[in-house]
């Protein structure tokens, strides 16, 4: 067969029709002979505040322009402002709202503006008066868009936006500056860039992310979280990153967050919102395989207020790969509204869908016996002309957030997660003999339904009490996961590697059971809730304390329709404990330490007959935290542990009694240890660096089969993740040029049997900011065409090849309205 492009670009009507009417107004508004500025003018926004009470028009100047303000709500108490229309810079802005109130805004050095009364001159002489006590803060924002820096200035995966260096956890997140300079598109990239992540090849079609040697399987939209990776048979969960502001990863224990959590951490996927100033983007790309994407996005204010806010998103991609045959097309789209009802209260809602057609290679290269590299070119495709696969992903979200006064506040979210997965496929597996022989075709059909729904609901607030200053977040949090599966299988020996047939007989689910095949049916019914709370005290002016606690309740059932057999896991009241404390070494530094709790229910049952109880995990970590350069670079040093305690184990003396096999046992403790360093952000002027190193050890503590032996086979011990990006100086400042090295030591294959060589990955950038609205990017990846194995479950799957050295040009234009 050829290996020919067999795929047009041809976007969608919807996208066509988008992209020209963006076209066209832009022209409209397009200056004719306009010339690249010399440098960047300042940040402006378009603001439509209605002449009112002070103190709300102060809040809807902070939601918008993303200030933080402090001010005694006495200081505001029957005053009014002259409202705010037109596009201003922050400063500007925040002046014309205070015109006539007598009071002024003094910046500081952490980018926070108190509010004080103006310096009055009276006859004669002149006296200021002195500054007001701190009582009230607007929210940081956590919006990354606009930003453009490495380093954020918030994060929101802990119940309310918070500065990192105020969370005794390490937090990592990748901004929209990082997406888009990196040309990340895919989840499982995304996690490859983050410090102390792997992003995993699953055993399927999806991803699997990992954290501290264990997997992420419940992921988080907007803060609810729901399940991903719940299949009757491997990892089948995909996620693009079209529609989010920003990835936010927490390291470690996550229990208190979503009960069940992973003891690696969590992961938070933040949307993009309708932003207080009309933006328009269009972006084409091309790259290497017949790559080709083409996307609007657009959102702004839809009425003369400001209160509507709506966004768009249509992407539309397709190409062919590195593999022979493989090739993918894909139509994302995204919808959201955000309204506010009041100056406290803003509802918001959003759809958004995706639909990917593919030929997929879901298994990899067959390896030698001992693990080794037959040596076959990265481009051999081991599928047939008729493997295909499809995933139709359809998410709601809705969220409310209230202000009851500056103290005090109220978020609502859900979300609604529908997916369709199915596939038809040829895979080749078996220990590959010297002559190519020994390779045993399966053919394989899938068919995976699912429907998630998730809903989180928490209060936040400040007091005072005893004299201390407090802050509290008590919530609730439900999911449920129900399937329905299916998938089908035959084998057949005689295969040879070294001359596949694509051309076999395509499969139906009817032929495979008449070749003597079977068909598996399944399905999950899985519900989680929770209650949680947590206190966060001022101990002293530098030391706070965070004390923490979850209760869980947890149930699922695994119906195996073919065998008639069903499996039930309960965990009921389940007590998650979460402990810290922070000390403020300076205003820029702090060190801190924290304790948390996490269980794991498992389905595993004794020679008794019970259920095995959850598994119980202890999270230690200390570490160090900096905000420096006025908020523009974070930094931070980590030095963690965790124990994985009552892990389940084969009962050996037991014999084969549970179905013809061991019973399990409660005895296995596994651990986690290492530190991890990391820097973002704007280390010297024009630029940013994201630099992050893990040294991280896995083993069995506890074992009776694999005792003392690494425990995360996809868990190298060392990891650097590295990204530069270098605005040029003087005359040449609309030029970038970027960089980055993503390196980790070998990790091992599926049955501890043979190593996997580590590998160093290279990767370049250049744009051109050719004028105000149009941009251009190259984007080399892999520069040094390195030959390399992507982590995952390798000998069991076969190895999937790292992309060799590629190109993707990016054309982005973003016109004035």
Sequence with gaps: MSSKPLLRFQPSALALAALLATCALAGAHAQPGASTPAAAAPAQRSFAIDAGPLDEALLRLSAAAGLGLSFEPALVEGLRSPGLRGSYGNEEALRRVLAGSGLEAQPRGDGLYVLRKAAVVREGSAASMAAVTVSARAERSATTEGSDSLAVRAVSINKGNQALKDIPQSISVVTRKQLDEQAITDLRVAANSITGMVGAQGVGQGMVLFARGFEINDWQYDGVAIPRNNYALGNWGTEGMVFYDRMEVLRGASGLLQGTGSPGGAVNLVRKRGQSEKTVTVTARAGSWDRYGLQLDAGGPLNDEGTLRGRLVVDESQGHSFIDYVNDRSTSLYAALDYDISPDTTVGVGVSHSDSQSRPMIYGVPLRADGSDVGLPRSTYTGAWWNQGSIEQTMLYADLDHRFNADWKLRIAAVRLSEKNTSTHQRMHGDVAADGSGMTYANWITDFDSEKVGLDAFVNGKFEALGLRHETTFGASYSKYTSDDMFARTFTAGGNLFAIDHNRPRPTAQSMLADGGRQFRAGYDVQQKGLYASLRSRLTEPLTAILGARASWYDSIYDDRTAGTRSETTATREITPYAGLVY????????????????????????????????????????????????????????????????????????????GWYCSRNSGKVRSQGFEAEVSGEVLRNLQVLAGYTYNTTEFLSDPEEQGQVFSTITPKHMLRTWVAYRLPGDWNQFTVGGGVNTQSHTLGYDRSFKLAGFTVANLRMSWQATRELNLAVNVNNVFDKRYVLPGYVGYTGASYGEPRNVMVTLKYTPGL
């Excluded at 259920?611 to 935290?625: H, M, Q, R, S």
């Design 584 to 659: 403020a070494l300076t205003p820029q530094w702090s060190a801190y330490g924290s304790y948390t709790g996490v269980f794991v229910p498992q389905s595993e049952r004794t020679a008794a007959g019970a259920v095995l109880d959850p598994i119980i995990g202890k999270n230690y970590e200390l570490g160090l935290k900096g905000e420096l350069a006025d908020g523009r670079v974070n930094a931070s040093l980590a030095l963690f542990r965790y124990d994985h305690s009552q892990r389940a184990v084969n009962d050996l003396d037991a014999g084969f009694a549970c179905d």
